[in-house]
């Protein structure tokens, strides 16, 4: 069974830094491209980052050149950092693979705010 956990989050000024990281389990890791998404207040959810098996990364334009996404298929765990946060990034994140799976894991609050 697919089980995704985003522990971390929380809040941050303007211009700060967050990690969050994500535990996948019951899936095949290392062989799947996985992703992070957001969804903010009256949104629907979009992809922000994608890292594929190989390596491959991309990022939608709202978040390119401030935020990394990186894996480490030793612990099943997907990353992205955030950095220069900015007042709309403020959502619910997740992740998931690329495509998604039907399961979602519960996601985590991040809010920029002065």
């Known amino acids: 069974q697919v089980q995704l956990v985003e522990p971390g989050g929380g809040s941050v000024q303007p211009g700060g830094s967050l990690r969050l990281s994500c535990a996948a389990s019951?899936?095949?890791?290392?062989?799947?491209?996985m992703g992070w998404y957001c969804q903010a207040p009256g949104k629907q959810r979009e992809l922000v980052a994608s890292?594929?098996?190989?390596?491959?990364?991309n990022y939608a334009d709202s978040v390119k050149g401030r935020f990394i996404i990186y894996r480490d298929n030793t612990k099943n765990t997907a990353y992205l950092q955030m950095n220069s946060l900015k007042p709309e990034d403020t959502a619910v994140y997740y992740c998931?693979?690329?495509?998604?799976?039907?399961?979602w894991g519960q996601g985590t609050q991040v809010t920029v705010s002065s």
């Open positions: 998931n693979g690329v495509p998604p799976y039907d399961i």
């Open positions: 019951g899936i095949a890791f290392s062989a799947v491209a």
């Open positions: 890292l594929t098996s190989r390596g491959m990364r």
